[in-house]
């Protein structure tokens, strides 16, 4: 458990000890695509398996390829990441597509830098790692 202020460390955490957040690094190749358009890949994701979610994989900022300004939508707490920040396309009319942990609490720290796509709105897909894991 992290040494951090209160005010880092997740309140989440403190009343459930026992909730599981796992962040895996992957080096497989994640794609996002909109209308079969390309809008964020990358080989260095962090995959978060969140106990009572499903599967979200986060992509560093740096390999988001389109714009993103902040979504008409208001930022949300998680009691165990911390503050959510919702982002749209530059100019798109403001539908959040993705959403970010700018300063996430201590115990989810490698969230921050990244950001991860609503699977409703933004295809997401894994492709082979690099290098490749083969059988042979």
């Avoid at 997740?10 to 459930?16: K, Q, T, V, Y």
């Avoid at 890949?41 to 389109?66: A, I, K, M, W």
């Amino acid at each position: 458990m992290s040494t951090g202020t209160d005010s880092t460390r997740s309140p989440g955490f403190a009343a459930r000890p026992d909730y599981r957040v796992d962040i895996h690094a992957r080096r497989n190749v994640v794609r996002a695509t909109v209308n079969g358009v390309r809008i964020a890949e990358t080989g260095s994701s962090l995959l978060v398996d969140e106990q009572d979610h499903g599967l979200v994989f986060y992509f560093p900022r740096s390999d988001v390829l389109v714009d993103l300004a902040p979504a008409d939508t208001p930022t949300t707490r998680c009691p165990f990441k911390g503050e959510a920040t919702y982002w749209s396309f530059d100019g798109d009319g403001g539908e959040p597509l993705c959403w970010s942990y700018d300063d996430p609490f201590d115990q989810v720290a490698r969230l921050r830098g990244h950001v991860a796509f609503f699977q409703d709105r933004v295809d997401v897909t894994v492709h082979q790692a690099h290098p490749a894991v083969t059988g042979r």
